[in-house]
C-alpha cells in the first residue's frame, strides 16, 4: 500500500468549504483502492463527524453512508483482529497514551498492517508520538 488516510484527512473532502477541502480532496483523488487505505475505525469516525457538525454542515445518516461509500470505493478498509486490537491498546498503554488518542494508535496500527509508505494526517502531533518508524511516514496533503 502506498498511501493510508486518517480520519482528519477524510472528513474534510466531504465539506467544500473547510479549510483543508482542498489538499485533502486532491490527494483522495489522486490513489484508487490498490494504492491507498484508511482503517476501518475511520468510517465509524466519519459517520461521527459529518452527523454531529454544527449547523448548516451536518447531514443526515443516509447523506454520511453516500459519502461512506465513495470512501470505501476509492480506498481500501484495513481492519484489525482481535488480537491486534488488544496488543496496540495494550503496547499504547504502556507508552502512556491516554484518551482518545487510542484511537490514533489503532489508525497507526492500521497503516503498519497495510504497510502503508505514506500516512496523511491534519493531526501531526498526534501520529508523532508513535515512534521514529511511524513519524518517518506522516505527511499531511
Avoid at 483482529?81 to 504502556?94: N, V
Amino acid at each position: 500500500m502506498k498511501a493510508f488516510f486518517d480520519t482528519s484527512v477524510l472528513v474534510p473532502v466531504f465539506y467544500g468549504d473547510h479549510e483543508h477541502h482542498a489538499a485533502s480532496m486532491e490527494r483522495f483523488l489522486s490513489f484508487h483502492r490498490k494504492q491507498a487505505c484508511c482503517g476501518a475505525h475511520s468510517l465509524a469516525e466519519v459517520y461521527s463527524s459529518l452527523t454531529r457538525m454544527p449547523g448548516k454542515h451536518r447531514i443526515s445518516g443516509d447523506q454520511a453512508m453516500l459519502f461512506l461509500g465513495d470512501i470505501r470505493d476509492r480506498l481500501t478498509v484495513i481492519a484489525l483482529d482481535d488480537e491486534e486490537y488488544y496488543r496496540t491498546i495494550e503496547e499504547a498503554a504502556g507508552a502512556g497514551v491516554m484518551g482518545g488518542t487510542i484511537y490514533d494508535a489503532l489508525l497507526v496500527q492500521c497503516a503498519v498492517k497495510a504497510r502503508a509508505e505514506i500516512i496523511y494526517t491534519w493531526n501531526l502531533k498526534h501520529y508523532g508520538q508513535f515512534g521514529a518508524e511511524v513519524a518517518r511516514r506522516v505527511r499531511t496533503p
